[in-house]
Nanobody, 124 residues
C-alpha cells in the first residue's frame, strides 16, 4: 500500500505562485509514476501533470504548460507541483496520485492511489 499526503494549498491572487507537495509513504521501494489532478464541484476530475519514474519525463495539460512544473525527488519520496502565473480558473481541489509502474498517464482511472486533496483558490 502507498499513502499520499498533499500540502501547500491556499489562497493566492491572480498572477501569484504556489508550490504543492506530495509526500509518498508506505511501499516506496516500488516504482510509481506520479500525477496531479484537480477537481471543481460539479465537474469531473481533470488531469494536470504527470511524471514518470525512470527518467522524470513529464506531461502537462495544455492549459498549464509554461506555468506549472512537476518534479520529483525519489530520495525524499516527494513530488512537487510548482504553479506560477496562477489564474482564477486554476481554482480547484488538487489531488496527488500514484500508479504502479513507471509509465505516466493522463487518465485518472490508471492511478491506484490518491491523496486527500488540497484546496487552491486564486482570487481575481
Amino acid at each position: 500500500q502507498v499513502q499520499l499526503a498533499e500540502s501547500g494549498g491556499g489562497l493566492v491572487q491572480a498572477g501569484g505562485s504556489l508550490s504543492l507537495s506530495c509526500a509518498v509513504s508506505g511501499r516506496t521501494s516500488s516504482t510509481y509514476a506520479m500525477g496531479w489532478f484537480r477537481q471543481v464541484p460539479g465537474k469531473a476530475r481533470e488531469f494536470v501533470a504527470a511524471i514518470n519514474w525512470s527518467d522524470s519525463r513529464t506531461f502537462y495539460v495544455d492549459s498549464v504548460k509554461g506555468r506549472f512544473t512537476i518534479s520529483r525527488d525519489n530520495t525524499k519520496n516527494t513530488v512537487i507541483l510548482q504553479m506560477n502565473s496562477l489564474k482564477p480558473e486554476d481554482t480547484a481541489v488538487y489531488y496527488c496520485a500514484a500508479r504502479n509502474g513507471w509509465r505516466i498517464s493522463a487518465r485518472s482511472s490508471d492511478y491506484e492511489y490518491w491523496g486527500q486533496g488540497t484546496q487552491v483558490t486564486v482570487s481575481s
